[in-house]
């Protein structure tokens, strides 16, 4: 039967320390003069319905060092659901390559591809969560302290994708999760359910809290993240949420009131000036483009795993 990379939610502790002890071992094998051919002969569909940079060149790259090769589908060319129906372009490309990716607006597009799929279907981004980015994010955090079961992780502005993600990762790694968003931009109530769920399930200690106030929720913590206020596709939307999101920026006063060694991440891209500052973006406590460098990494973890022999 094959697997899908769907979300987060779908993998147990052992599965995803597995990925990052493998997304490790790939990344130091690179280092040291490049990655055996795993993928030879195998081919991966690239499909976008948004644009992308770190996706784009993470998957095409990983899938070149890895002796495999990326088919980039345009949202023009394959018109998903529009042109054509998504069980007809999973059924057509299950045909012609080992495995697809897709990074689509609404997630029931993804969910419907590894539906009618016969090969591995890899969500690159939806607007229910981003798995990708977050197995980059455990790899990150692992690289840079350590460790992951107790680390202490602040979010800070829109509950969105990125935010349902980051509950998975905790909730699986035992990692103490606060969320800070304004009212009415809180995460999905049944995903913050769900990832308690999890955390119980597995009994890995983790803690997720959400609440309105940005400087308890990154008092003390380790490592700060955020992301855009206004995601692709919410741009009617952008007006508004320039108003409410100004007091949930990350910049040096937010920073001061957190560890005094913590460290600051965001998915990327940023628009700087919002919610983040330069002079936190660019400034030492920034770990944003070695996080951006490990979405390589990561993905070919998951590649990996997903369509070797």
Not at 57 to 84: C, I, N, T
Not at 175 to 200: D, G
Not at 271 to 299: C, K, M, P, V
Request: hydrophobic share 40%; proline share 4%.
């Amino acid at each position: 039967m094959k697997d899908n990379w769907l979300s987060l939610e779908t993998q147990t502790p052992d599965s995803l320390n597995a990925l990052l002890d493998l997304a490790e071992s790939l990344k130091a094998q690179l280092q040291a003069g490049g990655n055996e051919p795993l993928l030879r002969g195998k081919a991966l569909a690239m499909l976008f319905m948004k644009p992308s940079l770190r996706t784009r060149v993470s998957f095409e790259m990983g899938m070149e060092q890895l002796g495999g090769h990326a088919l980039y589908l345009s949202p023009d060319e394959v018109g998903l659901g529009k042109r054509e129906s998504v069980a007809d372009v999973a059924r057509v490309l299950s045909r012609f390559v080992d495995g697809i990716m897709a990074r689509v607006f609404a997630h029931d597009d993804v969910v419907e591809l590894a539906k009618w799929a016969s090969i591995p279907v890899i969500n690159g981004l939806s607007d229910y969560n981003h798995p990708c980015q977050g197995l980059t994010d455990l790899l990150t955090i692992r690289e840079k302290l350590g460790y992951l079961k107790g680390v202490s992780l602040a979010y800070v502005g829109d509950g969105n994708n990125m935010t349902h993600t980051l509950m998975y990762a905790a909730a699986l790694t035992g990692m103490r999760l606060t969320i800070a968003t304004p009212p009415c931009y809180e995460p999905l109530q049944n995903v913050v359910a769900r990832a308690l769920e999890l955390a119980k399930q597995y009994d890995t200690g983790a803690t997720i809290t959400v609440t309105r106030d940005c400087t308890a929720a990154v008092y003390g913590a380790q490592v700060l993240y955020t992301d855009t206020w206004t995601s692709m596709g919410q741009e009617e939307e952008e007006e508004e949420r320039l108003k409410v999101f100004p007091p949930y920026q990350i910049n040096a006063e937010l920073l001061s009131k957190a560890a005094p060694d913590a460290k600051v991440m965001h998915c990327l891209p940023a628009h700087r000036g919002q919610e983040i500052t330069d002079e936190i973006a660019d400034g030492a406590d920034s770990w944003l483009f070695d996080q951006a460098e490990n979405r390589l990494h990561a993905q070919k973890a998951i590649l990996v795993t997903l369509l070797k022999d």
